[in-house]
T-cell receptor, first 118, second 117 residues
Framework: EAGVTQFPSHSVIEKGQTVTLRCDPISGHDNLYWYRRVMGKEIKFLLHFVKESKQDESGMPNNRFLAERTGGTYSTLKVQPAELEDSGVYFC????????????????FGAGTRLSVL | AQKVTQAQTEISVVEKEDVTLDCVYETRDTTYYLFWYKQPPSGELVFLIRRNSFDEQNEISGRYSWNFQKSTSSFNFTITASQVVDSAVYFCALSEAWSNTGNQFYFGTGTSLTVIP
């Protein structure tokens, strides 16, 4: 079974440009999460999808960040325009429906996208 | 508010030594989950263990063991007879337990473990 896949693995852009990160969750996982780790700090929650709906977006830093999950499969996270402080590693995670499995609340993570804004 | 503290930023040990990674958490929830993840150089976070707040039994899995103490709000992780392959960043995390739709994780800042051959 394929794990969580994220593209690209590394992106270097200039301040003011736009970048789109993509996440393919584990097949059949309804829950999809985005997190971010700024260098040396904790991994912080950004938002949570249940299928195609945003369940919780309390961690989104500002309106320069837009996340979508059309069709409830893969998700994209767009940063427009990017600022220097957006640099970090963006992780995606997915989990099964917690109501239907004993493995509820276990999130499976991808390798992240390292974003460098210059 | 939920918070996870991993006070050890970096640890170096010589191969075959035992090492304990500390994790202290804060939460007002009565039921919650605690997790440990390993991040090897390849980058992905690998799930190691989930512990329910109701279950204070310590767990052992091969060279890995976990000591959960609710009285001190700690969930420490010990690697016995460390190996070079154990070199990685280890994250402790906390989430609420009861939700119909899943919950966000609260992570610590991670502990970077280097095992020297």
């Amino acid at each position: 079974e394929a794990g969580v896949t994220q593209f690209p693995s590394h992106s270097v852009i200039e301040k003011g440009q736009t970048v789109t990160l993509r996440c393919d969750p584990i097949s059949g996982h309804d829950n999809l999460y985005w997190y971010r780790r700024v260098m040396g700090k904790e991994i912080k929650f950004l938002l949570h999808f249940v299928k195609e709906s945003k369940q919780d977006e309390s961690g989104m830093p500002n309106n320069r960040f837009l996340a979508e999950r059309t069709g409830g499969t893969y998700s994209t996270l767009k940063v427009q325009p990017a600022e220097l402080e957006d640099s970090g590693v963006y992780f995606c995670a997915s989990s099964q429906d917690p109501r239907s499995t004993r493995k509820k609340n276990i999130q499976y993570f991808g390798a992240g996208t390292r974003l460098s804004v210059l | 508010a939920q918070k996870v503290t991993q006070a050890q930023t970096e640890i170096s040990v010589v191969e075959k030594e035992d090492v304990t990674l500390d994790c202290v958490y804060e939460t007002r929830d009565t039921t919650y989950y605690l997790f440990w993840y390993k991040q090897p150089p390849s980058g992905e976070l690998v799930f190691l263990i989930r512990r329910n707040s109701f279950d204070e039994q310590n767990e052992i899995s091969g060279r890995y063991s976990w000591n959960f103490q609710k009285s001190t709000s700690s969930f420490n992780f010990t690697i016995t007879a460390s190996q070079v392959v154990d070199s990685a960043v280890y994250f402790c995390a906390l989430s609420e337990a009861w939700s119909n739709t899943g919950n966000q994780f609260y992570f610590g800042t991670g502990t970077s473990l280097t095992v020297i051959p």
